[in-house]
């Protein structure tokens, strides 16, 4: 089992920027991808960034250039670094991991981001 805790959600203006993280309950280097995904009211969750522990990042094209993602292992975090943000960015961020072997899926509890004025 892991369990993920996201923090850093929140209420920001169009053009702002917020850090979100999320600390897994195991060793970041035990997990092969750590990420995140975001649901707004009424769509399906969708990816917004991943990154194995090697470093390789994958990103949705609609956070490019302005979505950073990046990991610690040594203190088992992943954090999302969002900038320029839009209102279409409002949702709730839910944090994942996949471990290495069996590719066991786990999520946290969402955190919510509100872009709005």
């Known amino acids: 089992q892991v369990q993920l805790v996201e923090s850093g959600g929140g209420l920001v203006q169009p053009g702002g920027s917020l850090r979100l993280s999320c600390a897994a309950s195991?060793?970041?280097?035990?997990?092969?991808?750590m990420g995140w995904y975001r649901q707004a009211p009424g769509s399906q969750r969708e990816l917004v960034a991943t990154?194995?522990?090697?470093?390789?990042?994958n990103y949705a094209d609609s956070v490019k250039g302005r979505f950073t993602i990046s990991r610690d292992n040594t203190k088992n975090t992943v954090y999302l670094q969002m900038s320029s943000l839009k209102a279409e960015d409002t949702a709730v961020y839910f944090c994942?991991?996949?471990?290495?072997?069996?590719?066991?899926?786990?999520w946290g509890q969402g955190t919510q981001v509100t872009v709005s004025s």
């Open positions: 994942n991991a996949v471990t290495y072997g069996n590719l066991e899926n786990y």
């Open positions: 990154m194995t522990s090697f470093g390789r990042t």
């Open positions: 195991r060793s970041g280097f035990s997990l092969h991808i």
